[in-house]
Each structure stands twice: as structure tokens, then as C-alpha cells.
């Protein structure tokens, strides 16, 4: 994970967030998205916890999908990205062959 995410020329702090997200939401899953009980496996309070999901926008009653959580990393290079650097996503190119037809 860290290999592919200092590909994608992601920042430091970028790279400590997304981390923190990825390690909280594999322990929420686990436990069902008990936030009581993430809290006590990850050894905070249950308040701390709930104000780090809101620093990070992790709402558990709406919990991302498994896939577009993991490419997360991604989103940030294509981010930084100018239009013309992009490679383009499976719903241009499938959106350009619907055109072409």
C-alpha cells in the first residue's frame, strides 16, 4: 500500500490521513460499524473516535463501499492531475464507445 500510494505522488500528510481512514474503517467493519466497540479495540474513547470519523467524513450510518474505499489513494493523484494528464476511467471509455455507436 505504501509503494502504490508514493507512486501516485501523494503528500505526507495526505498519505498519514488516508492511513488513519483505511486502518479506522477496516476495525469498524469488523465490528459491524459499532462505534463503541471500535473504540474500545482501537483503546480510545468512544468520543475521541467519533470526532476523528468526523475529521476524516466517515459517516457509519452511510459506510463506503469496500472498492471505492480502496482506491481512495487514487483519487488524490487524479486530483493533482491536469484534465489532459488523466488516464481515462472505465466510465469514459465505456461512456465513448456509447457515443461512437
Do not use: C
Request: no cysteine; net charge positive; charged share 30%.
Amino acid at each position: 500500500m505504501v509503494r502504490r500510494m508514493h507512486r501516485t505522488g501523494i503528500l505526507y500528510y495526505e498519505a498519514l490521513e488516508e492511513f488513519k481512514k483505511q486502518f479506522i474503517l477496516v476495525v469498524l467493519r469488523d465490528v459491524n460499524w459499532n462505534k463503541s466497540k471500535a473504540a474500545r479495540a482501537l483503546e480510545m474513547h468512544r468520543s475521541t473516535l467519533v470526532r476523528i470519523l468526523r475529521e476524516l467524513n466517515i459517516d457509519v450510518r452511510n459506510p463506503p463501499m469496500p472498492n471505492a474505499v480502496a482506491h481512495t489513494a487514487l483519487a488524490y493523484r487524479r486530483r493533482k492531475q491536469s484534465p489532459d494528464d488523466r488516464s481515462p476511467s472505465p466510465e469514459n471509455l465505456s461512456r465513448r464507445r456509447s457515443d461512437s455507436l
